[in-house]
């Protein structure tokens, strides 16, 4: 079973517009596509898992998000960084589209998406790292015994004013937290 890095989307890989809806809206940090092709060559397996809550609200198509996440897959891999898989939830147990109104095992912090990636690449979570914006990305790391690390682009600054940093990693950005990763990796 390989390690891998599961990352957050937005907040993470990109800033957080609030329900991303238009390709026009995207901005990927400058450091995104680095630090995923560091990872990728540290030989971890990068995944994302984003909940996309939106979807379920009406307020952004679910084949808009499966068009974006082929997207980004191709212009991470032209630089060198590889995702090797996307997964999204679309969930919300108050949906106003009723074909996603439930309570689901997928929605971060529950470990469906960490769990379905497990299954289909061969990864072991517990050799492997979290990294995201939000307290529902460090909930999700301890739900599947991962490490978490909180970083401070996207919510992270504002979740962070709220927790006891003392026992809980926490990075600038997504550039820091691969450096952090790639440290313990050579130990």
Not at 46 to 72: C, P, S, W, Y
Not at 86 to 115: L, N, S, T, W
Not at 149 to 156: H, K, P, S
């Amino acid at each position: 079973m390989r390690q891998a890095v599961f990352l957050d989307r937005d907040g993470t890989l990109n800033e957080d517009v609030g329900h991303l809806d238009r390709l026009d809206r995207l901005t990927l940090f400058p450091f995104a596509i680095d630090a995923v092709r560091l990872l990728h060559q540290a030989g971890y397996a990068v995944v994302v898992v984003t909940n996309q809550g939106g979807i379920a609200k009406g307020l952004v198509e679910e084949m808009f998000v499966t068009d974006l996440h082929a997207r980004l897959t191709e212009w991470f891999a032209a630089g060198g960084g590889i995702i090797e898989r996307f997964y999204h939830c679309p969930h919300d147990p108050r949906a106003a589209i009723p074909a996603y109104r439930r309570e689901c095992d997928c929605q971060k912090p529950r470990p469906g998406m960490v769990r379905q990636a497990v299954a289909d690449l061969d990864l072991d979570p517990t050799r492997s790292y979290v990294v995201g914006d939000k307290w529902s990305d460090i909930g999700l790391a301890r739900n599947v015994g991962a490490t978490g690390i909180l970083v401070r682009t996207g919510y992270g600054v504002t979740q962070e004013r709220h927790a006891d940093t003392s026992e809980l990693l926490v990075a600038d950005d997504l550039m820091a937290a691969t450096v952090h990763i790639l440290a313990e990796t050579d130990r």
